[in-house]
């Protein structure tokens, strides 16, 4: 049974967060995988997320507010549904990283926190990947992809705009 009589959650996320409460000593741990989880779910962390994760963890929803404005991979408004991520931390950054974002701002016709217009994509300039062994490198979604060029980006992206995504190395 759900702590929240009407949640904006599927039944599923409810009871994991209604889980994540149990796991950590302060029910405030809970804050950031209760964040991630609701943007898996609803796309992006909303108004009314805000408002029900406060009140599951007895929190301000300024508190939340806080944590999410701090944490850049949290969104408060919705990505493509392909969200591109380019590293340009150092490693990436030797090896080509600002290359290939300015390649895929060019070719996306879209910068920074930004998503075409049809939805398909977002692009975010990302601090670290971990594949700084494999730099360039870059996310799409949860999908790794290392060792960059223009010509293999764009030949990644044609895989998302097709629809096929992930193993396209």
């Given at each position: 049974?759900?702590?929240?009589?009407?949640?904006?959650?599927?039944?599923?996320m409810?009871?994991?967060?209604?889980?994540?409460?149990?796991?950590?000593p302060?029910?405030?741990?809970?804050?950031?995988?209760?964040l991630?989880?609701?943007?898996?779910?609803?796309?992006?962390?909303?108004?009314?997320?805000?408002?029900?994760?406060?009140?599951?963890?007895?929190?301000?929803?300024?508190?939340?507010?806080?944590?999410?404005?701090?944490?850049?991979?949290?969104?408060?408004?919705?990505?493509?549904?392909?969200?591109?991520?380019?590293?340009?931390?150092?490693?990436?950054?030797?090896?080509?990283?600002y290359?290939?974002?300015?390649?895929?701002?060019?070719?996306?016709?879209?910068?920074?926190?930004?998503?075409?217009p049809?939805?398909?994509?977002?692009?975010?300039?990302?601090?670290?990947?971990?594949?700084?062994?494999?730099?360039?490198?870059?996310?799409?979604n949860?999908?790794?992809?290392?060792?960059?060029?223009?010509?293999?980006?764009?030949?990644?992206?044609?895989?998302?705009a097709?629809g096929?995504?992930?193993?396209?190395?």
């Open positions: 049974m759900s702590a929240i009589a009407n949640t904006i959650f599927s039944p599923e409810a009871a994991k967060f209604d889980h994540l409460i149990t796991i950590y302060l029910k405030r741990s809970a804050l950031v995988p209760m991630l989880y609701a943007q898996d779910e609803l796309g992006f962390v909303s108004e009314p997320a805000i408002k029900e994760i406060a009140q599951r963890l007895d929190l301000f929803d300024l508190d939340v507010r806080n944590v999410l404005s701090y944490y850049s991979m949290l969104r408060t408004k919705p990505a493509g549904k392909y969200n591109v991520q380019v590293c340009t931390n150092i490693s990436c950054m030797l090896r080509g990283g290359e290939i974002l300015d390649h895929c701002k060019a070719k996306l016709g879209i910068g920074h926190k930004q998503t075409t049809d939805g398909q994509f977002s692009l975010e300039e990302v601090e670290c990947i971990g594949a700084c062994c494999w730099a360039p490198a870059m996310q799409v949860y999908d790794f992809h290392d060792d960059l060029t223009t010509v293999k980006v764009d030949d990644i992206l044609a895989e998302y097709a096929r995504g992930k193993d396209v190395k």
